[in-house]
Nanobody
């Protein structure tokens, strides 16, 4: 059974940091692009960051550029999202995803999804 499991969410004050991690099991995703998306209450799911299968290319939403960093470890089958200088508007459920067609801001391009981890940033 293929699973993506996110961890590392929690409550943090504005200006703080969190590191999310996503562990994959059931298959290897070494040749899959990985992405992070988020969904705030009452809003649609939105793209946060993506990384190519080799890690050489990364993409970020304008809202997180310069604050968030995506990275991956194919040996461990994990992808991380380091989040710094967090803002209350970053509050959302964060999802990791894996896609076989390359990194994309389009969530339809991802084949596998985790169940999400809650990130809450207090002001």
């Amino acid at each position: 059974q293929v699973q993506l499991v996110e961890s590392g969410g929690g409550l943090v004050q504005a200006g703080g940091s969190l590191r999310l991690s996503c562990a994959a099991s059931g298959r290897t995703f070494s040749y899959y692009a990985k992405g992070w998306f988020r969904q705030a209450p009452g809003k649609e799911r939105e793209f946060v960051a993506a990384i190519s299968w080799g890690g050489g290319s990364t993409y970020y939403a304008d809202s997180v550029k310069g604050r968030f960093t995506i990275s991956r470890d194919n040996a461990k089958n994990t992808v991380d999202l380091q989040m710094n200088s967090l803002k209350p508007e970053d509050t959302a459920v964060y999802y990791c995803a894996a896609g076989s067609t390359g990194p994309s801001i389009d969530d339809h391009r991802y084949n596998y999804w985790g169940r999400g981890t809650q990130v809450t940033v207090s002001s």
